[in-house]
C-alpha cells in the first residue's frame, strides 16, 4: 500500500469519532466505548480480522470497513460503503497505528 499521507491518520480518528465507530467499538484512551463489537484498542497488531479469517493489513481493513457483508456475511459490523474511499482509507491508516 501506498505511505500514508500527512495528517491521514489524524483525519482517520476524527472520522472513527464522527461517523459512530465508537458506539459499538472501544479504543482503550479515547472516547469509543462501545460494547458491540469488538475493542480495537490493539488492532493494529492483531495478526488477522473478522474473528480470523482475513489477515490483517490495510486492503482488509479497507474492505472490512466497506463492506463487511460481502466478506463475512451475518456479522454485526454494518458496510461503510456510503464513505468516499479517502476517507475508508483513512480510517484503515489510524486502525493500523493502534497497537
Request: hydrophobic share 40%; charged share 15%; with cysteine.
Amino acid at each position: 500500500p501506498r505511505p500514508a499521507v500527512a495528517g491521514e491518520t489524524a483525519r482517520g480518528a476524527q472520522l472513527f469519532a464522527s461517523t459512530g465507530c465508537g458506539a459499538c467499538h472501544r479504543v482503550a484512551g479515547t472516547a469509543a466505548n462501545g460494547l458491540a463489537g469488538p475493542d480495537l484498542t490493539h488492532v493494529g497488531s492483531r495478526v488477522s480480522l473478522g474473528a480470523g479469517i482475513l489477515p490483517n493489513n490495510r486492503g482488509t481493513l479497507m474492505g472490512w470497513i466497506g463492506n463487511a457483508q460481502a466478506i463475512k456475511p451475518g456479522n454485526r459490523m454494518p458496510s461503510y460503503d456510503v464513505l468516499p474511499g479517502d476517507d475508508i482509507r483513512a480510517l484503515a491508516v489510524y486502525l493500523e497505528t493502534l497497537k
